[in-house]
């Protein structure tokens, strides 16, 4: 009985540590209605969150911050690709080069989801990105409901996408 309450005690330590730390990682990350985000596409086509709301109507929309350099970043890009097929989704991609060295790395790694190379770091600093990865769920109306900063499971991504779509 001992050892199941010792048990209990270290889940709800865990999951309350993870919890603070997630809240205290996307502090001053924008909440509320989501800031503009558009530019040209890999394939030079623009993208922006606007279109891809009114294009998708009104689904929530995954937006992912990455970088080529970024380890977590390709661990989590197949998680990506698999969501971007069943759900509207935008990356961004920092501190990585011109569209076309973006656009090398993803054909590399077999990925084809849609993204934004943010040659000139303004679209990071509009949504205040401070590492990467970086993931914001808004919802069909265009508000900021999710923040999540660092990996992200396809699973979790997916629940919370789900849960902003039933309002």
Not at 17 to 36: C, D, K, V
Not at 86 to 99: C, H, K, R
Not at 106 to 133: H, M, Q, S, Y
Request: charged share 20%; with cysteine.
């Amino acid at each position: 009985m001992l050892e199941a309450l010792y048990i209990i005690a270290l889940v709800v330590a865990f999951t309350t540590f993870a919890a603070l730390m997630q809240l205290w990682q996307a502090r001053g990350l924008p909440e509320g209605p989501a800031p503009a985000l558009s530019g040209a596409g890999l394939d030079g086509r623009p993208a922006s969150l606007v279109r891809t709301l009114a294009e998708n109507g009104g689904k929530p929309v995954l937006i992912a911050f990455w970088a080529t350099w970024c380890e977590a970043c390709k661990f989590e890009d197949g998680s990506l690709e698999s969501l971007a097929r069943d759900w509207p989704t935008l990356t961004v991609a920092i501190q990585s080069g011109e569209p076309d060295t973006v656009a090398q790395h993803l054909r590399e790694r077999g990925r084809n989801f849609p993204a934004i190379a943010d040659t000139d770091g303004r679209i990071a600093e509009a949504w205040k990105i401070r590492g990467v990865p970086t993931h914001f769920i808004v919802d069909g109306k265009g508000n900021v409901r999710f923040r999540i900063v660092g990996f992200a499971t396809e699973w979790g991504l997916r629940a919370r996408l789900w849960w902003a779509g039933r309002s």
